[in-house]
């Protein structure tokens, strides 16, 4: 026999024993080799950047043991596509804390998902693509909208009785934004804007702005979140549109101030007597809490997290050996969170799970909180007078989470994925995450 022969008999055999013993050689090279090595060869294969993710996944797989990754979840089998939006072209945010960042936040009307960028651009999409990625249809809207100043950031959308409210900042002078409220008859020709509602007083940021409808002393109108300067002083005062949560009847289009003692509230739901707000605290303690008329929840006074930059606060203002901030909000008569992440998630939307998307996730307190910095959504349960949370689950996205939409026809939440301008690949794409159950019919 040639030697040529031989030697592909060779090669032929290694590979078969390679192959038929491949978990045995994992195993073995995972004993044997040190972590170091193990490093270098998942540099080579998968590139530095996603071998250190690789390295941070294994060490929080070991702080949380049995908690499992997309698609599964501790009960239900989830289903996660992520459509990209390149066609759309979505524009940068003009937000100082997001530079850089591609947001957009999501709405629905009859067949159609509404999407608007922070800079202002409309679009329509036909929600048929759902079934048929090939099918996408959608329509950049024209609109007389602008910006008073040389810079703005759309901050929600609202969809309510066929008319579309989008609130803003607005930096007609530096540093000062008002609270911008417009509205529009929904159109696919045009959306014609006109001011619905603008705070008379002026902050250097605003962050929040969350829309959503109420009913309050037999009045209709909106109630939308506001957020404060670093120090929060705007929180306590009466005279302040900043720092609370206001409801601005239909009406009058006046506002009047419902809560106060709030930080950056960027997540709000209602449903009749029930409003929830997801809260951005300091360096820890990003809140989630029940909103009541009249209530106080602490800020700038009583929080459960600490500043960011603590030293220095430590060293001007207090002794190193005491908090900042009070941790009880009772003891100093405001009122307690239903529940603070430590650490912080960089907490976002929040919204009510139906009951028609999973009988594992059904339930009056089952809702799904986005992040941000957390790139994950937690599934939380509320208790049924809503004081506490009975339990909570993260399950890990990967993206930040700007904002999430429920199609109650379709069965599946749509989260607005943000992208980055920072990025020159497709990764810094935006896209629509589709997140549905996928049914199994052995489930356990």
Known sequence: MKKKNILYIIVV????????????????????????????????????????LFKKYKVYGKMNYNQNILPQTQFVDIELKEF?????????????????????????????????DTAGSFFFIDKNFLDDFNDFQFVKINTNFKFAGEKGSIR????????????????KTKDCTKINISKSKISKIKLNFEIFFKSKDCNEELDSARMTFISHNGKD?????????????????????????????????????FSKGHRTPQGLYADKNIILSAEHGPRGGDEINLIKFGGNYGWPIASYGE??????????????????????????????????????????????????????????????????????????????????LISKEKIFIGKRIRDIIYLDEKKVFLLALEG?????????????????????????
């Open 307 to 388: 500043p960011y930059y603590a030293q220095k606060f430590y060293e001007t203002e207090k002794s190193k050996n005491s908090f900042f901030y009070k941790k009880s909000h009772s003891d100093y008569d405001f009122i307690e969170p239903i529940y603070s992440f430590i650490p912080s998630i960089g907490i976002n939307q929040i919204i009510k799970i139906p009951d028609n998307f999973s009988k594992f996730w059904k339930g009056k307190g089952s809702f799904l909180i986005t992040s941000l910095n957390g790139r994950s959504i937690y599934r939380i349960v509320i208790d049924k007078n809503f004081e506490k």
């Open 221 to 257: 109108g909106l109630i939308v979140t506001t957020d404060t300067n670093l120090d929060g002083l705007e929180a306590q005062k009466v005279n302040s549109s900043f720092g609370k949560t206001l409801f601005i009847d239909f009406e009058k289009k006046k506002s009047i101030i």
């Open 420 to 444: 980055s301008k920072s990025s020159s690949t497709i990764e810094g794409v935006s896209r629509i995450g589709i997140l549905k159950e996928k049914i199994s019919e052995n489930k356990f």
């Open 84 to 116: 990209i939006l390149d066609k759309l072209n979505l524009n940068a945010s003009h937000s100082k804390w997001a530079a850089n960042s591609v947001l957009f936040f999501l709405e629905q009307h009859n067949n159609d998902i509404i999407i608007a």
């Open 13 to 52: 055999f290694i590979i078969f024993l390679f192959y038929f013993n491949l978990d045995k050689i994992r195993l073995t090279a995972s004993i044997l080799l040190p972590e170091s090595y193990k490093q270098k060869i998942r540099e080579l294969f998968f590139g530095r950047g996603t071998a250190d």
């Open 156 to 171: 929600d959308l609202f969809v309510y009785n066929d008319y579309l409210y989008i609130s803003y900042s607005d930096y």
